[in-house]
């Protein structure tokens, strides 16, 4: 007798031979940046998207409490039935405030705003233009469209020009790009792909994932530190890095709003975040408005950190972020690097296909909130080039 599913013997051992094989973990206690308890070990944890510790924070904790005590947990229903409670609404208020936008409306997670807010805007007939960096949850977005998919290589900005003269036939054009790209730590050329959108009668939509609550000067993004938030159309955040909840978003016109309250799917059709991850995430915005500083340091040490690595003759790519990656190419050497760290009490990710391309492996280091000018002396003293 054979059981349907033996092909997955064959396929995990592949991949476990070829050194991609995960696994998750189990962390203790809270996702904070110093002293993570991992598989048994106390590490420094330079492997979370908590930039402005705001996930454990006490008044974060406390908005949470308070809200269990009125709203109870579960939200029961997708918002447009009976889900959509009070801490909803004013959290959709606080963000199209926050972002000077018309509207927003929030969705269960950064991963289902992307999904379901591309499908919603291009379908048959229609073409969208993604650069080939873009995340998965836009990638996935654009195949559930049925619109074209031109995917254009990373920031290259001639090859999307061609591709859009020569796009004229399509009833509508999206131009779809990640603001801070999540494994370089790289920023997409943002003026230049707005020029491109008026020229070409595109809509242009921006992924600030990781750049809310960390760049601009009010801490929009990476739209407002570079001047270019008129010239995009739908902007899509997440309230899971910065913020410290878990969520995601989508600011834009009113009229995009309404459109994405009836048709983006994963709005329809999904159960909406407890009202808690709300208050969580309304208290969290609050503190970015009132903190700069935490922001601004976070990038100093970033720059700070990345000029001392390429001292050391690492590679760490076009990052301009506080996400800096070690490009080492190799997984197998990129696992045993990550592995060295994590003895030295260092827990930095090493990402390797299919994250990354085959050959671009990399240590992703993410700097937060909270780590100190110590724990970067022992990183760059465990980076030293052993030759
Ligand atoms: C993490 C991430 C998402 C998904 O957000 P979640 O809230 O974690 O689902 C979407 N886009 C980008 C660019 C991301 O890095």
Redesign the pocket.
Known sequence: MTDPLDWLDDALKDLSDRCLLRQPTVRLGAQQPAHIEWEGQTLVNFGS?DYLGLAADRRVGQAVRETLAGSGWGSGASPLVTGRGQMHARLEDRLAAFEDAEAAVLFP??????VATIPAVVGRGDGVFSDAN?????IDGCRLSDAAIVVYPHRDLTALRDRLRDGTGFRRRLIVT?T???MDGDLAPLAELADLARQHDAMLMV????ATGVFGHGGRGVCEAMGIEAGVHIR?G????ALGS???FVVGQRRLIDWLRNRARAYVYSTAAPEAAAAAACQALQIVQQQPERRLRLLEQADHLRCRLQQQGWSTGRSASQIIPVILGDASRTMELAAQLREQGLLVPGIRPPTVPPGQSLLRISLCHGHTPEHLDRLVDALTPAR
């Open positions: 998207n997670s950064g991963f289902a705003a992307n873009n995340h998965a949850s836009i990640d801070l790209f999540s992924d600030e994932a990781h899509v997440t309230l899971s890095k878990i969520g995601g």
